[in-house]
């Protein structure tokens, strides 16, 4: 019924926005829902509002959660959003709306869900300027840790697995805005968490990469996060896997003293003995 009352009022913003708002509490946290949206066309119905009203900053925060809530529902339907068009959409959303906070923080949101684990998604992303997007609305929203931490983890998922896109992603300046957004926000523990997995990706089984990071200051700043935030597990562990993947490039023993106090300190954590684990 809604995707009917959208498909027959196209050129009526506020009936699309309020369709768009319908579907997406229908599907949010979802599963049933979200394959009815995908089956019944009303995704694309969604995407087609998109992308015939790119001004309107509420629908297109509202289109993109449908796009985040229906990827993050299972990679079949990650990989059916994609296929009709989630990616372009949440991109355009974000570079027609570079001020808004909302379709920002939405817009990442759905390009986050759509990057991980898939690398076709992963190179569409960064085909389409997603990098350099993603880096404008960290650098515009510099004082938003929400956005700094949503930008972060684009950041993380399209890098974990190629070597290509953490190159690409280092050539436009991602370590140095990982690192900002660490620095603007220090008693933030979830910008630290997400800034030291960010550059962990962005390292991963890259020798030149650890040397660059190494030498920016990575270093440094997982230091700086673990000692500020030292009851943190997930601080603790997102920065060993750092400190762990950049050892080769530490020439003292401060990591390995920081390691050994978070293992201490988190004994009770598996995740963080683990991540300590040669750190």
Same mark, same amino acid.
């Given at each position: 019924?809604?995707?009917?009352?959208?498909?027959?009022?196209? $050129?009526?913003?506020?009936?699309?926005?309020?369709?768009?708002?319908?579907?997406?509490?229908?599907?949010?946290? !979802? $599963? $049933?829902?979200? #394959?009815?949206?995908? %089956?019944?066309?009303?995704?694309?119905?969604?995407?087609?509002?998109?992308?015939?009203?790119?001004?309107?900053?509420?629908?297109?925060?509202?289109?993109?959660?449908?796009?985040? *809530?229906?990827?993050?529902?299972?990679?079949?339907?990650?990989?059916?959003?994609?296929?009709?068009?989630?990616?372009?959409?949440?991109?355009?959303?974000?570079?027609?709306?570079?001020?808004?906070?909302?379709?920002?923080?939405?817009?990442?949101?759905?390009?986050?869900?759509?990057?991980?684990?898939?690398?076709?998604?992963?190179?569409?992303?960064?085909?389409?300027?997603?990098?350099?997007?993603?880096?404008?609305?960290?650098?515009? #929203?510099?004082?938003?840790? +929400?956005?700094?931490?949503?930008?972060?983890?684009?950041?993380? *998922?399209?890098?974990?697995?190629?070597?290509? !896109?953490? %190159?690409?992603?280092? +050539? =436009?300046?991602?370590?140095?805005?990982?690192?900002?957004?660490?620095?603007? =926000?220090?008693?933030?523990?979830?910008?630290?968490?997400?800034?030291?997995?960010?550059?962990?990706?962005?390292?991963? !089984?890259?020798?030149?990469?650890?040397?660059?990071?190494? $030498?920016?200051?990575?270093?440094?700043?997982?230091?700086?996060?673990? *000692?500020? !935030?030292?009851?943190?597990?997930?601080?603790?562990?997102?920065?060993?896997?750092?400190?762990?993947?950049?050892?080769?490039?530490?020439?003292?023993?401060?990591?390995?003293?920081?390691?050994?106090?978070?293992?201490?300190? =988190?004994?009770?954590?598996?995740?963080?003995?683990?991540?300590?684990?040669?750190?």
């Amino acid at each position: 019924a809604v995707a009917a009352a959208m498909a027959a009022h196209a $050129a009526s913003a506020p009936v699309q926005l309020a369709g768009t708002r319908a579907l997406e509490r229908l599907c949010n946290g !979802h $599963a $049933a829902n979200v #394959h009815l949206l995908l %089956e019944t066309g009303a995704l694309s119905s969604v995407l087609a509002s998109m992308e015939r009203f790119p001004c309107e900053e509420g629908l297109l925060g509202l289109g993109c959660m449908v796009i985040r *809530n229906a990827t993050a529902c299972d990679a079949k339907c990650q990989a059916k959003v994609a296929q009709l068009g989630g990616i372009q959409a949440a991109l355009q959303a974000i570079s027609a709306n570079s001020a808004e906070v909302s379709v920002q923080d939405a817009g990442l949101r759905a390009l986050r869900e759509l990057a991980a684990y898939d690398s076709s998604n992963q190179d569409e992303i960064v085909r389409g300027g997603g990098v350099q997007l993603t880096l404008r609305a960290a650098e515009r #929203h510099a004082d938003v840790p +929400s956005i700094q931490v949503l930008a972060c983890g684009v950041l993380r *998922n399209l890098t974990a697995m190629s070597a290509q !896109h953490q %190159e690409a992603v280092l +050539s =436009h300046g991602g370590a140095e805005a990982v690192l900002r957004a660490m620095g603007g =926000h220090p008693e933030s523990s979830v910008v630290q968490q997400a800034g030291c997995w960010a550059l962990f990706c962005l390292c991963v !089984h890259n020798t030149e990469s650890q040397r660059l990071l190494a $030498a920016g200051g990575s270093v440094e700043a997982a230091l700086g996060a673990m *000692n500020r !935030h030292r009851c943190d597990a997930k601080v603790q562990e997102a920065a060993c896997w750092l400190l762990k993947e950049l050892a080769a490039q530490i020439g003292d023993a401060s990591a390995t003293q920081a390691a050994q106090r978070a293992a201490a300190t =988190h004994g009770a954590s598996p995740a963080v003995r683990t991540a300590a684990e040669g750190a």
